[in-house]
């Protein structure tokens, strides 16, 4: 059974950055075809993409946000890290990773339960 | 960017009803289309993949069709589970996109 669980800090100061992981169960993430991705949504909005990294350390990410995020992964650990410098309270937001199988790339089946950063000083 | 309208944004119907739900894209996405449900303070649960493809464990009473720039969603014979938001999500080009949401609630 594939699970997606999110950890990181609750509250960052406005300028800071975060630093969210991502632990997977269930599958591998240098399994080929394999995605993880991560989605942020704030409270009734649409889900917003932000980055994606593929089995084969392929990264993706939001133009918009392009050079304040990164994405890593850890194949040791089984983990995804996303970090976003110079936070905003405007990036206040429930942030989920998810997983992106090999026969629909690029869409996410299967979802963390998220986890809530609020941006303030 | 590529941008994704839903309509209606919000729809009224009752249990045992058949609801169609339209996602309409800016540009031709063929069929990089997938559609989510979600429930409040829950994380998006996954439907349809590629237009029409029926996720595994998903009741057959959702069906997704649609290409190019036209998708719809149907669920036929409401069930009380049913009554959620629910989202279109392309993935044709490095910058996904969700539709803003439809709302289907009790009539």
């Known amino acids: 059974q594939i699970t997606l669980k999110e950890s990181g800090p609750t509250v960052v100061k406005p300028t800071q950055t975060l630093t969210l992981t991502c632990t997977l169960s269930?599958?591998?993430?240098?399994?080929?075809?394999?995605?993880v991705g991560w989605i942020r949504q704030t409270p009734g909005k649409a889900p917003e993409w932000l980055s994606l990294?593929?089995?084969?350390?392929?990264?993706r990410y939001r133009p918009s946000l392009r050079g304040r995020l990164t994405i890593t992964k850890d194949n040791s650990k089984n983990q995804v890290v996303l970090t976003m410098t110079n936070m905003d309270p405007v990036d206040t937001a429930t942030y989920f990773c998810?997983?992106?199988?090999?026969?629909?790339?690029?869409?996410?089946?299967?979802w963390g339960p998220g986890t809530t950063v609020t941006v303030s000083s | 960017d590529i941008h994704l309208t839903q309509f209606p944004s919000t729809l009224s119907a009752s249990v045992g009803d058949r609801v169609t739900i339209t996602c309409r894209a800016s540009?031709?996405?063929?069929?990089?289309l997938a559609w989510y449900q979600q429930k409040p303070g829950k994380a998006p649960k996954f439907l349809i993949y590629?237009?029409?493809s029926l996720e595994s464990g998903v009741p057959s009473r959702f069906s997704g069709s649609g290409s190019g720039t036209e998708f719809t969603l149907t669920i036929t014979g409401l069930q009380p589970d049913d009554f959620a938001t629910y989202y279109c999500?392309?993935?044709?080009?490095?910058?996904?996109?969700f539709g803003q949401g439809t709302k289907l609630d009790f009539k």
């Open positions: 998810a997983h992106s199988p090999w026969y629909s790339s690029g869409a996410f089946n299967i």
């Open positions: 269930g599958f591998s993430v240098s399994t080929t075809g394999v995605g």
């Open positions: 990294i593929y089995w084969n350390d392929d990264k």
């Open positions: 540009q031709n996405i063929t069929t990089w």
């Open positions: 590629k237009a029409s």
């Open positions: 999500q392309q993935y044709n080009s490095y910058l996904f996109t």
